[in-house]
T-cell receptor, first 109, second 114 residues
């Protein structure tokens, strides 16, 4: 059965304290892996798409990487405005997305 | 990337009634999806809205409870029928543009059933 698991469920960091979020997956016919940011009361906001193992993408303090079984979202020197829930989703060959449970990040000043 | 307007943004409804949520996209898109996000949970796909044909529902979701319309390539509605408190959730519309931005989401409809 296709499955996406994110860890940790919650993460508290001090401002400037770098860390990584994990997304492990088992899916048949993977077309892509997506990272989203979701703020309370809002819809998910697109961050990255990764398509093949070894691929990396960066945006400001965020860097996403992909292997055959998992993806990491690295956060370098986070700021309080990076506080949000980060969602990982895999795209099946049918075009549908399967979401993980998310990691809620809190960055304290 | 596509811009989605979803209405209403929130509503409080009596049990036993129905609510229709609208999703308007600023460009033609082939694939439109409806999701549910229960409190503190992640997103669960309800159905794929197909233009000109019946929606395709995921396991656990049925047309009688969540009828969907897709009259053209820029618009869709989701109705939550005969509501109960368990239907209290955020409902989100999403489209796939096929570009590098992937899937775009609306801002969601926060539904509370009392």
């Amino acid at each position: 059965e296709d499955q996406v698991t994110q860890s940790p469920e919650a993460l508290r960091l001090q401002e400037g304290e770098s860390s990584s979020l994990n997304c492990s997956y088992t899916v048949s016919g993977l077309r892509g892996l997506f990272w989203y940011r979701q703020d309370p009361g809002k819809g998910p906001e697109f961050l990255f798409t990764l398509y093949s193992a070894g691929e990396e993408k960066e945006k400001e303090r965020l860097k996403a990487t992909l292997t055959k079984k998992e993806s990491f979202l690295h956060i370098t020197a986070p700021k309080p405005e990076d506080s949000a829930t980060y969602l990982c989703a895999v795209q099946r060959n049918t075009g549908k997305l399967i979401f993980g449970q998310g990691t809620t990040l809190q960055v304290k000043p | 990337s596509a811009v989605i307007s979803q209405k209403p943004s929130r509503d409080i409804c009596q049990r036993g009634t129905s609510l229709t949520i609208q999703c308007q996209v600023d460009s033609q898109v082939t694939m439109m999806f409806w999701y549910r996000q229960q409190p503190g949970q992640s997103l669960t796909l309800i159905a794929t809205a197909n233009q000109g044909s019946e929606a395709t529902y995921e396991s656990g979701f049925v047309i009688d409870k969540f009828p969907i319309s897709r009259p053209n390539l820029t618009f869709s509605t989701l109705t939550v029928s005969n509501m109960s408190p368990e239907d209290s959730s955020i409902y989100l519309c999403s489209v796939y543009s096929g570009t590098g931005d992937g899937y775009t989401f609306g801002s969601g409809t926060r539904l509370t059933v009392v």
